[in-house]
Antibody, heavy 118, light 108 residues
Framework: QVHLVESGGGLVKPGGSLRLSCAAS????????MSWVRQAPGKGLQWVSY????????KYADSVKGRFTISRDNAKNALHLQMNSLRAEDTAVYYC???????????WGQGSLVTVSS | SSELTQDPAVSVALRQTVRITCQGD??????ANWYQQKPGQAPVLVIS???NRPSGIPDRFSGSTSGNTTSLTITGAQAEDEADYYC???????????FGGGTKLTVL
């Protein structure tokens, strides 16, 4: 079965950096777009970014463009999100999800909490 | 601000039918997906595209679209259906993905 496990979350100061990773299993990773979606405490879901199967097509939400970088390693079945210049408003649970682009997001990981605070 | 608009809260009596709606201009062009999220859990896909239920989703969940409004209908709501529900689609430019603000469903 599809399994997505995020790691790398934690507490970081404003202006700092953090790298999230997602380990995928149970499906052919390089056949699917992948996405990051976040959820601030007590708030709704917000799409962050998606990446195509080969990594050629990448899109970001305006709120993270220029600060976050999505990437994937198809050889290791891994998805990453490099987050720089973090702000308090980036505090959220970050979910790794299968799908994006024209593909339905159909499976989600359990999420990784990122807290940006001094 | 979200380009997809949902009512913040809806309630339904046990075993009755409830419709949760999502409005947005992009829905005239693109289908939406629906996700159920219970407290402390990751979202779960319940309806995709025109009206497709993933394996394991009860057939009391169905989807429909009319104009700029897409709806999730639960026919015979159960206590375990109490959750937050989010619609998701593309924005009007087709470059981005968007989520509705979510609807909290209470089963009375």
């Amino acid at each position: 079965q599809v399994h997505l496990v995020e790691s790398g979350g934690g507490l970081v100061k404003p202006g700092g950096s953090l790298r999230l990773s997602c380990a995928a299993s149970g499906f052919t990773f390089n056949d699917y777009y992948m996405s990051w979606v976040r959820q601030a405490p007590g708030k709704g879901l917000q799409w962050v970014s998606y990446i195509s199967t080969s990594g050629v097509t990448i899109k970001y939400a305006d709120s993270v463009k220029g600060r976050f970088t999505i990437s994937r390693d198809n050889a290791k079945n891994a998805l990453h999100l490099q987050m720089n210049s973090l702000r308090a408003e980036d505090t959220a649970v970050y979910y790794c999800a299968r799908g994006g682009g024209w593909e339905t997001i159909d499976y989600w990981g359990q999420g990784s909490l990122v807290t940006v605070s001094s | 601000s979200s380009e997809l608009t949902q009512d913040p809260a809806v309630s339904v009596a046990l075993r009755q039918t409830v419709r949760i709606t999502c409005q947005g201009d992009s829905l005239k062009i693109y289908f939406a997906n629906w996700y159920q999220q219970k407290p402390g859990q990751a979202p779960v896909l319940v309806i995709s595209g025109k009206n497709n239920r993933p394996s394991g989703i009860p057939d009391r969940f169905s989807g429909s679209t009319s104009g700029n409004t897409t709806s999730l209908t639960i026919t015979g709501a159960q206590a375990e259906d109490e959750a937050d529900y989010y619609c998701n689609s593309r924005d009007s430019s087709a470059n981005y993905l968007v989520f509705g603000g979510g609807t909290k469903l209470t089963v009375l």
